[in-house]
């Protein structure tokens, strides 16, 4: 329900800050990690490695959301998702949630209230507690939210950007350009074909999914867009695995990828057949021109898969039984040449580079 479609109720100049938090704390259920619960000046959350991962992401009404196009608890939901992909990325479990709400006094309660809701849902599914946050008022037609995540890796050590090595592959772990063809079909003044049906990004055993219409396929798309999703324990996995690089795809795979080449000084060349037949693929061509569909599998953002790189024989990419779905090889990681991009598509440049916050 977007701030304009809000029923009737109070507005947030309306309530004091605890009038707020008396219908927002009942949402978020505090989980064994939690020692100190919200209520105090600070939470206080176990740390069994002794070592904790720490993220943050901010999210702005009409930057990086539009009310005609998602619903408070989406809103929420995609934040927690954006959070805890980054904790994954790390190969650490996420331990707790900071929320933070900065918006204008007119904002109606029930936005800030469904928005904790899909916060609470997201965090339930990933089995991490929100322990805290921050309320703020701000100028007129400002909302503005953020979450600082925090995570244990349990005595393993973390895995950087900067550890891939020549010979290693480059796989993903869920979908490619699900969320930035949500976006393009939005901006292409589209409109939401309605809830999609129940699909898993990336089935274990099977290969990517067929049998989509237009309808379908569109309405998954633009459901990525609003909600996408990531897979916590596939970082662990990876972790576990011998991972020697990892990232969260936020900013497309050409732009991501290129920054775990940057870090680990070396370059990486995409597979075309392999991202043709994994990727550019239905619910994507369903729905899209073929050139956009392989424009949004490169470079589209938002995704929140995970991406690492893997020695090529490890075991990990030949055991596909992950109850989150498999690792899809779509690269190898090359020796650095001064004279080719970073990252390459069969040795030759990329046409567009990802999404950039501060680009015009």
């Known amino acids: 329900m977007s701030e304009a479609h809000a029923e009737d109720g109070p507005r947030l100049r309306d309530l004091s800050e605890e009038d707020l938090l008396d219908r927002i704390f009942p949402y978020f259920v505090q989980r064994e990690d939690v020692l100190v619960p919200p209520g105090d000046d600070a939470a206080v959350l176990r740390a069994a490695s002794g ?8 999210m702005v009404l009409g930057h990086d959301w539009r009310d005609e196009w998602s619903t408070p608890a989406e809103v929420g939901s995609k934040l927690v998702t954006q959070n805890v992909a980054d904790i994954a990325a790390m190969g650490a479990r996420p331990t707790g949630l900071l929320v933070t709400l900065a918006a204008h006094g007119d904002l109606p309660a029930r936005w800030a209230e469904e928005f904790s809701l899909g916060v609470a849902s997201q965090a339930e599914r990933y089995d991490v507690s929100v322990v805290g946050g921050d309320l703020s008022g701000a100028p007129d037609g400002v909302v503005m939210v953020s979450i600082t995540a925090l995570g244990d ?5 973390p895995v950087l950007r900067s550890g891939a090595r020549v010979g290693d592959v480059l796989a993903v772990h869920g ?11 939005y901006a292409q003044g589209g409109t939401d074909p309605g809830p999609p049906e129940p699909c898993p990004v990336r089935p ?12 379908s396929a569109r309405s998954v798309l633009m459901w990525s867009h609003r909600t996408p999703v990531t897979s916590v324990s596939s970082g662990v996995v990876a972790s576990l695995a011998g991972a020697t690089a990892m990232m969260d795809l936020s900013d497309g795979l050409v732009r991501d990828a290129g920054r775990i080449a940057r870090a680990s000084g070396v370059g990486i060349d995409l597979d075309r057949a392999s991202l043709e037949r994994d990727f550019v693929a239905p619910p994507l061509t369903d729905a899209l021109p073929l050139d956009v569909a392989w424009t949004q599998v490169l470079t589209g953002g938002e995704e929140h ?3 690492a790189t893997f020695p090529a024989d490890s075991p990990l990419l030949r055991d596909q039984s992950d109850p989150d779905g ?4 779509v690269g190898r990681v090359v020796e ?14 990329i046409q567009g580079q990802g999404w950039d916050h501060f680009a015009g």
């Open 326 to 329: 498999r690792w899809w090889v």
């Open 153 to 157: 890796l349990e005595g393993r050590d």
């Open 204 to 215: 274990a055993e099977a290969e990517p999914p067929t049998g989509w219409t237009e309808q």
């Open 336 to 349: 650095a040449d001064d004279a080719r991009p970073r990252v390459t598509l069969d040795g030759e440049a």
């Open 305 to 307: 898969s995970l991406v």
């Open 175 to 185: 979908s490619l350009g699900w969320s930035g063809a949500g976006w393009w079909l």
């Open 51 to 58: 070592s904790v991962v720490a993220t943050t992401d901010t």
